[in-house]
């Protein structure tokens, strides 16, 4: 950067020589020296004057070319800034379009499919979708401009905002930042999250563009990890050999370096330096022509280990029992699932929100939080649903003994005597037993056209003789550290085993042929990474699809009669009995 005149007159001041080059001061024109005393002061001031210049230029050092003003808001609280950002909205006219936010910056932004992600820093606080827009900088033309499709925030993370797809390879902004436009980087060729282990000192990243094979081990010598602050720089990053590849999960050692160098940085938001450039992960293919995957992905800690409660023999856990789960536009079957989970033992809940636009924060708002532990996790990545079925895992595992990986149209129930604590004592003695499947059956129509309004556990009574597949709950430590798992269940630990709990003790009822309106849902992408998207011309005849349909959300004239052989209202009996008032006969969702 260049220096104004101002900073660099005291290099000219202090030369301490005449115009020609040689003496001092008062050695020219024949007059006498100053005084010994007057001679100090005129150093001291000289020496002084000095240190501020050294200290202006090795700021303007330091901030280089990547400097760029940003100014911080006033405000004390989220609310009033909230408050300040709708002042400014309307002072600008209402619209928003010319209003300035000093305080949202973006960090990163993902070309998608069928629109860009932009990923804000956290405290970006945004007004309503409408009163902004998603900014293009194509050249050679005018700027596009359009509304954004989403706005996604949480309390304790960034914000995500969901542009419209733009012309390939444009810069993407927004008409409220002073942050300049980002290229996107392409969704699948991307490290987009990692974690951080305490427990082992690795790091768990991961990953699009390995193209590993599903439900099998890689080669982790093929790879290793890259740590630094600018990937691009080989220089200024630092390795480390990964010691498991999987599907799309990377877990390596952490670098000494690296962890002194996040707690030293750490300020409980972020591991960003001053020039506000944070600490990046990704992965590197070995031998010749190696390459690195584009990163994203900044190292988060997982909670650490509670070691102030134990029993005799072990660590005891908050939750006795958690569940994970991922989910789409399914905001108006929450309630119910969570009450009915809760009924039933379920403690803790992860809910992995895949882009839902349902209002589903409302819902969860309704939702006492002193009586439903329920905590909303916004994962944005198409086609993961593994990768985020492991990410949870290692969120839930130093709080939770047991966690349940069930999608939001299915419920766990007990047919016989027991109850969910008893199953789980059961086979918490056995401590080689780190998976408990259960089988589940289908249900359908039941004769429906119109989505039942007491909830599916009552309106759906006819399902399919045979159950389809199984559903798992692990114990998180007995994982294998690979963290594979397909279709629900994942690969143990060395001397782990899994048990199947017997269809009159425990099974799910899982309502997966619903009403049409409801079922035509499915046709708009699955979020599982190892299955085809229903409307692709692949694996038509497979289990994973629905017999007899096609590649189109076309509805059968005798839907609402299929998928039925056998009339079960076990778990309707039960709901019934558990939950419905007795002075309105109403149920609680």
Not at 411 to 422: A, E, M, R, S, Y
Request: hydrophobic letters at 35%; a positive charge.
């Amino acid at each position: 950067m260049a220096m104004s005149a101002k900073e660099r007159k005291p290099s000219r001041l202090g030369s301490g020589k005449g115009a020609n080059g040689g003496g001092s001061f008062g050695a020219r024109g024949g007059h006498r020296p100053p005084p010994a005393g007057t001679r100090r002061r005129l150093f001291a001031a000289f020496f002084a004057f000095l240190c501020a210049g050294a200290v202006v230029f090795s700021g303007v050092h330091a901030i280089g070319a990547s400097f760029r003003p940003v100014l911080m808001t006033a405000w004390p609280s989220a609310t009033l800034n909230a408050l300040s950002s709708e002042h400014r909205v309307q002072q600008a006219g209402g619209d928003g379009a010319g209003t300035v936010l000093p305080s949202v910056q973006i960090r990163h932004a993902v070309a998608l499919p069928d629109h860009v992600l932009l990923i804000l820093r956290d405290g970006s606080l945004l007004p309503a979708s409408s009163r902004f827009e998603c900014l293009y900088s194509v050249a050679n033309s005018t700027e596009l401009r359009r509304p954004p499709l989403l706005v996604a925030a949480l309390p304790d993370g960034p914000s995500l905002v969901h542009c419209p797809a733009g012309p390939s390879g444009v810069a993407v902004s927004l008409s409220l930042t002073q942050s300049p436009p980002v290229t996107p980087l392409q969704w699948d060729r991307l490290v987009y999250t990692a974690l951080l282990d305490s427990r082992d000192n690795s790091t768990i990243m991961f990953a699009k563009g390995m193209n590993l094979r599903p439900g099998r081990l890689g080669v982790p010598s093929r790879y290793e990890c890259v740590f630094g602050r600018d990937l691009s720089k080989p220089k200024f990053v630092v390795t480390s050999p990964v010691v498991s590849a999987a599907q799309e999960t990377f877990r390596c050692v952490t670098p000494v370096r690296v962890c002194r160098y996040l707690k030293m940085t750490a300020d409980g938001n972020s591991n960003r330096n001053s020039d506000g450039k944070p600490m990046l992960v990704s992965i590197r293919t070995k031998g010749r022509g190696s390459s690195t995957l584009p990163s994203i992905a900044e190292p988060e800690p997982l909670p650490r280990p509670n070691r102030h409660r134990r029993t005799r023999h072990r660590q005891q856990k908050a939750h006795s029992m958690c569940v994970c789960t991922m989910l789409r536009n399914q905001a108006r079957f929450l309630r119910e699932w969570i009450i009915y989970h809760s009924h039933i033992g379920v403690q803790r809940w992860f809910i992995y929100d895949n882009n839902s636009d349902d209002d589903i924060e409302q819902v969860l708002n309704t939702m006492d939080p002193s009586a439903y532990n329920v905590t909303r996790h916004l994962w944005p990545w198409m086609k993961s649903q593994e990768a985020g079925f492991a990410h949870c895992a290692l969120r839930a595992r130093e709080s939770c003994e047991w966690v349940g990986f069930i999608d939001i149209d299915e419920f766990l129930h007990f047919p016989g005597n027991q109850t969910l604590q008893d199953v789980l004592q059961n086979y918490s003695s056995k401590p080689r037993i780190g998976e408990l499947r259960t089988a589940c059956h289908s249900f359908g129509p039941s004769g429906r056209t119109k989505i039942p309004k007491k909830g599916v556990t009552t309106g759906y009574t006819c399902r399919l003789a045979a159950p389809e597949r199984h559903k798992s709950i692990v114990r998180p430590d007995a994982l294998n550290p690979s963290l594979i798992n397909v279709v629900h269940h994942f690969h143990l630990k060395e001397g782990m085993k899994y048990a199947n709990v017997g269809q009159g003790v425990m099974l799910i009822n899982h309502y997966k042929y619903q009403v049409w309106e409801v079922f035509k849902d499915k046709f708009s992408g699955r979020v599982a990474t190892y299955v085809a998207d229903w409307q692709d011309e692949e694996n038509v005849g497979s289990r994973d699809r629905a017999p007899g349909l096609g590649t189109k959300p076309v509805e059968p004239e005798d839907w609402p009669s299929r998928f039925c052989e056998v009339y079960d209202t076990g778990l309707k009996d039960f709901v019934h009995k558990e939950f419905t008032d007795p002075q309105t006969g109403n149920l609680p969702w």
